[in-house]
C-alpha cells in the first residue's frame, strides 16, 4: 500500500546494486490519471519533485535521487494519464489508421515501451509500481510487467514484494494475512515474487518467516525483514546485513562487477543518528494544519536538505514546522527558512518571520518565493517603497516582485512554469559563490551539455540549480535595492539579453541568503546542496556565539 516505503525500499535496492559496481535507474510508475504530479495537492500526495530536465514528479523520484546520487529524467515517471493522453493524441493524428485502439495490446505495449526507454543504457532499471496490489488502476501496469519478464526473459527480471506486516494493539501479534492475501492477487497476474521486504514495527521472527515461505512458495532466504528504523538511510544497511545484494546477484546469475565500501554512507549515517551538535530550525511554511506526517511530506527534500548538511557537520537538526499564521517566539531558532510557495496565504507571517532574521542576525535562507519575499521585505522596510510581489498585491503601486514575460501568456498550468535547471552566474567573492565554490566544478561539464535556454548567455562561475515559479525579481527595481545595500549574487543572463536575480544576500548579517531556485533538489546524502552547508554552518555559530555570550562563569 502507499504510504509503506516502496520508494526508499526501491532506491535502496538501486544504491545496493550501484555499490556492487553496476548502473542502475528507477522508473516511478503512478496509477493516478493526472500527467505529473505538478497540479497535486501538496497536502495530500507530498511535495512535488522537479527534475533537472523540468518534469514535476511524484516525491519518489527525489528519494532515487538522494540515494543514486544523479538525476533522474522525467521521463521515468510513467502514469496512466500519460498512456492514455499519448495513445488518444496519437489515434486522433491518424497513426493508427484502421485499427483499433485497445487496452491490449496498445496501453501495455506503450508501458513496457517507456520502460525500455528508461533503462536504455544502464544495466539495471528499478520500477516501482505504485499503488496496492488488487487496485483496479494497477492492473495495466501487472500486466505490462508479466509480458515484459516474458521478453527478456525471468533470468532477467526479479520480482519484489514490499507488504506491511502489522501488528494489531489488542493482540500484539504481527500478522501475515495481508501478506497472503497479496501474494495471492499478485499470482492472478502470474507474477510470483522472487524477494519479500517485509515492512513492520518490528523485525521479522521465525515464525512469521516460515509462513510466509510456505505460502509464497520462495526460499526463506529472500524473505527480507525491513522494520522501521530512524533514518530513511539505514535501509540500504538493512538490507545488505541480510545480504540482499548478494542474493539478487545471484538471483540474476552475476557476479559483483566491483564491490565499493559503505564507509562514507556509514559515517553519515552514524551523525545522522548520534550528532555531537544540534541546532533548531524552523521551516516557516502554509500547509501545516494537517498533522504532522504531512507537514513534513509537503518539505520532505528541504528536511532531507537538511540532514545531508547536518550529517556533513556533525550538526542534528531539530526542525520545527511553523506555521506562518501562527508564528511562535522566534527567538529560540538558530536559523529560519522560508520554503517555496504559492498565493496569498501565511505571507504577513513569512515577512514577520524574514524581518525577525534580517534584523536580529538569525541565519535566513530564502528559497524561491522565500526569496521573492525576502526582496519584498527589504524593499518594504530598507527601501521604504511601497512594494510587494505582484503575485500577492496585484494594485500595489512597486511590483518588485512581478510576473515574467513569458509567463503572462500562459494558459494551461500544467508543465507551464519555468521549470528544471538554468544556469545561474555567481559573483566573485560573494558569500554564495564561497559556498559553491566545490559544485562549480563539477556543474563546469554540466553546463556544456544544456541547452541553450537553460545556459543563457554564459558568464564567469555558472552553476545550476532547479526552478519552479512564475514570477521574478522585478529587473526594473535592481538598481534601487541594490544602493540600499542588497546584493544580488547570480544572475541568469536570458538569450535576450536580460538579467534574472537567481540569489541575493546581506553582505552585514551572519547569513541571509535567498535564491530563486530550489537547491533542495540537488542534495544527496554524499553530496549536500552548498546554500543547506553553509545554512547549517551559520545556524550552529549563532547557537555557539548565544552560549557563549551565557555563559555564566563568564559574568
Ligand atoms: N509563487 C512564486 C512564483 O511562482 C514562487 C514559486 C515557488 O516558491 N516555487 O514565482
Not at 552514524?270 to 494537517?290: D, F, M, W
Not at 513569458?406 to 564561497?434: F, I
Request: net charge negative.
Amino acid at each position: 500500500m502507499s504510504g509503506v516505503g516502496k520508494g526508499i525500499a526501491s532506491a535502496s535496492i538501486g544504491k545496493i546494486l550501484q555499490n556492487y559496481g553496476y548502473s542502475v535507474t528507477a522508473v516511478k510508475i503512478d496509477p493516478y490519471i493526472n500527467c505529473d504530479a505538478g497540479t497535486m495537492r501538496p497536502t495530500e500526495h507530498g511535495e512535488v519533485w522537479v527534475t533537472m530536465d523540468g518534469g514535476e514528479i511524484d516525491q519518489d523520484l527525489g528519494n532515487y535521487e538522494r540515494f543514486l546520487g544523479y538525476p533522474i529524467p522525467k521521463r521515468n515517471n510513467i502514469t496512466t494519464g500519460q498512456i492514455y493522453k499519448y495513445l488518444i493524441d496519437k489515434e486522433r493524428k491518424g497513426d493508427f489508421l484502421g485499427q483499433t485502439v485497445q487496452f491490449i495490446p496498445h496501453v501495455i505495449d506503450e508501458i513496457k515501451r517507456r520502460v525500455y526507454e528508461a533503462g536504455d543504457g544502464y544495466d539495471f532499471v528499478i520500477v516501482e509500481v505504485g499503488g496496492t496490489i488488487g487496485d483496479y488502476e494497477n492492473l495495466p501496469f501487472m500486466f505490462a510487467m508479466k509480458s515484459l519478464e516474458r521478453e527478456v526473459g525471468h533470468d532477467h527480471v526479479a520480482y519484489t514484494l514490499i507488504t506491511y506486516l502489522p501488528v494489531p494493539g489488542n493482540i500484539g501479534e504481527m500478522k501475515t494475512k495481508p501478506t497472503q492475501t497479496a501474494i495471492r492477487l499478485l499470482s492472478e497476474y502470474g507474477i510470483f515474487p522472487d524477494f519479500i521486504l517485509c515492512r513492520a514495527d518490528l523485525d521479522l521472527d521465525d515464525v512469521r518467516k516460515k509462513k510466509i515461505e510456505t505460502y509464497a512458495n520462495i526460499d526463506s532466504d529472500n524473505i527480507i525483514s525491513a522494520p522501521d528504523v530512524k533514518s530513511i538511510y539505514e535501509v540500504p544497511l538493512n538490507f545488505e546485513r541480510q545480504h540482499l545484494g548478494m542474493k539478487l546477484l545471484k538471483k540474476f546469475n552475476i557476479q559483483p562487477k566491483n564491490v565499493m565500501t559503505w564507509d562514507d554512507w556509514q559515517q553519515r549515517v552514524r551523525l545522522i543518528l548520534e550528532p555531537s551538535k544540534k541546532v533548531n530550525v524552523a521551516i516557516v511554511g502554509k500547509y501545516l494544519s494537517t498533522g504532522d506526517f504531512t507537514l513534513k511530506d509537503s518539505y520532505i527534500s528541504i528536511y532531507e536538505s537538511l540532514t545531508h548538511a547536518g550529517a556533513e557537520n556533525d550538526v542534528g537538526i531539530n526542525v520545527a514546522f511553523v506555521s506562518a499564521d501562527d508564528l511562535p517566539d522566534l527567538s529560540q531558532f538558530d536559523g529560519i527558512i522560508v520554503p517555496g510557495g504559492f498565493g496569498t496565504k501565511g505571507v504577513p507571517g513569512k515577512l514577520q518571520a524574514i524581518q525577525f532574521a534580517r534584523e536580529n542576525e538569525v541565519p535566513y535562507l530564502g528559497l524561491c518565493f522565500g526569496m521573492q519575499l525576502a526582496v519584498v521585505e527589504f524593499a518594504q522596510n530598507v527601501c521604504a517603497m511601497q512594494a510587494h510581489s505582484s503575485e500577492v498585491e496585484p494594485d500595489i503601486p512597486d511590483k518588485v516582485v512581478d510576473i515574467m514575460p513569458e509567463q503572462g501568456k500562459v494558459e494551461e498550468k500544467g508543465g507551464t512554469m519555468r521549470l528544471g535547471g538554468y544556469v545561474a552566474n555567481l559573483l566573485q567573492n560573494s558569500l554564495v559563490h564561497s559556498l559553491y565554490v566545490n559544485r562549480m566544478k563539477e556543474d563546469a561539464e554540466e553546463v556544456k551539455k544544456m541547452s541553450a535556454n537553460r545556459q543563457g548567455m554564459l558568464g564567469r562561475n555558472p552553476v545550476i540549480e532547479i526552478h519552479r515559479h512564475r514570477y521574478e525579481v522585478n529587473p526594473e527595481f535592481l538598481n534601487k535595492l541594490q544602493d540600499r545595500g542588497l546584493v544580488i549574487s547570480g544572475y541568469h543572463k536570458r538569450v535576450d539579453g536580460t538579467m534574472l536575480a537567481e540569489f541575493i544576500e546581506l553582505p552585514h548579517h551572519p547569513f541571509f541568503v535567498g535564491t530563486q531556485a530550489h537547491p533542495e533538489f540537488r542534495s544527496t546524502l554524499l553530496e549536500p546542496a552548498p546554500l543547506f552547508s553553509g545554512f547549517v554552518r551559520a545556524c550552529l555559530n549563532k547557537k555557539q556565539k548565544v552560549e557563549t555570550v551565557q555563559e555564566p562563569g563568564a559574568a
